[in-house]
C-alpha cells in the first residue's frame, strides 16, 4: 500500500523568504501523480501544485515550484518569497494512475506559520 | 468553473436528527466524494461514487448515508449521530481513475461544519 510521509508537523518562515516543505512517499508503483493542497485556516483546500510521475521536469506555479525526486521517492514543496497569505496547512497527497479506485493519500499535513 | 459547492456552511444537530448535507458540480466530474476532517488532521475518505454508483465505502457507520442523484449532485444523510461526529465534511470532485489521459486531482468545496449537541 501507498503512504506519503510529511516529517515536519508545523513550520515557520519569515516573510519573503523562502521555505522548504518535505514530503516522502512509498509506492511499487511507476506511474502516479503527486499534489500540493493548501487549507488556509477555516477556508478551503486548494489544489496548489501537481506533478507527473513520468515528467522529469519539476512543476512551477509562480512562487510555488517542487523538487521531484523519483528514485527517491521525496516531492518537497518551494515556495519563495513567502507572503502572509500563505500561511496555511499544507497536504501532500498522492494518486496512482490507472489504479483500482479513485483514493488519494494525504500525509498529515505541515502547518506553515509566516511570521510578518 | 473550477468550484464545487456545499450547503449548508454550519449544521447544528441533536442526536435524534435527521439532516443532509448536500454538494454540487459542474465541472463534468464523474467521481464524487465525501471526507471527514477532524481539526488539524487530513482529510478521511468516507464514500466514493464513480459514474454514479458507489465505488468505496470505507467501513462508514450506517447513521450516514450517500447518495448521488446525478453527475453533478452528491449528498450525505445524516441521522442518529454522535458527539463524535462533529468534524468537518467536505465534498471533492475529480475526474475517475478509469478517464484516461486525465490528472485525477480532486477539486474542494468549502465544507460544512457539522457539530452535534
Not at chain 1, 477555516?42 to 501537481?50: F, G, K, P
Not at chain 1, 497569505?85 to 493519500?105: H, P, Q, T, V, W
Not at chain 2, 465541472?27 to 466514493?48: I, N
Request: hydrophobic residues 30%; proline residues 6%.
Amino acid at each position: 500500500a501507498q503512504t506519503v510521509t510529511q516529517s515536519q508537523p508545523e513550520m515557520s518562515v519569515q516573510e519573503a523568504e523562502t521555505v522548504t516543505l518535505s514530503c516522502t512517499y512509498d509506492t511499487s508503483e511507476s506511474d502516479y501523480y503527486l499534489f500540493w493542497y493548501k487549507q488556509p485556516p477555516s477556508r478551503q483546500m486548494i489544489l496548489v501544485i501537481r506533478q507527473e510521475a513520468y515528467k522529469q521536469q519539476n512543476a512551477t506555479e509562480n512562487r510555488f515550484s517542487v523538487n521531484f525526486q523519483k528514485a527517491a521517492k521525496s516531492f518537497s514543496l518551494k515556495i519563495s518569497d513567502s507572503q502572509l497569505g500563505d500561511a496555511a496547512m499544507y497536504f501532500c497527497a498522492y494518486r496512482s494512475e490507472g489504479g483500482r479506485d479513485d483514493k488519494i493519500i494525504f500525509g498529515k499535513g505541515t502547518r506553515l506559520h509566516i511570521l510578518p | 468553473d473550477t468550484e464545487v459547492t456545499q450547503t449548508p456552511k454550519h449544521l447544528v444537530m441533536g442526536m435524534t436528527n435527521k439532516k443532509s448535507l448536500k454538494c454540487e458540480q459542474h465541472m463534468g466530474h464523474r467521481a464524487m466524494y465525501w471526507y471527514k476532517q477532524k481539526a488539524k488532521k487530513p482529510p478521511e475518505l468516507m464514500f466514493v461514487y464513480s459514474y454514479e454508483k458507489l465505488s468505496i465505502n470505507e467501513s462508514v457507520p450506517s447513521r450516514f448515508s450517500p447518495e448521488c442523484p446525478n453527475s453533478s449532485l452528491l449528498n450525505l444523510h445524516l441521522h442518529a449521530l454522535q458527539p463524535e461526529d462533529s468534524a468537518l465534511y467536505l465534498c471533492a470532485s475529480s475526474q475517475p481513475q478509469s478517464l484516461s489521459g486525465s490528472s485525477y486531482e480532486q477539486y474542494f468545496g468549502p465544507g460544512t461544519r457539522l457539530t452535534v449537541t
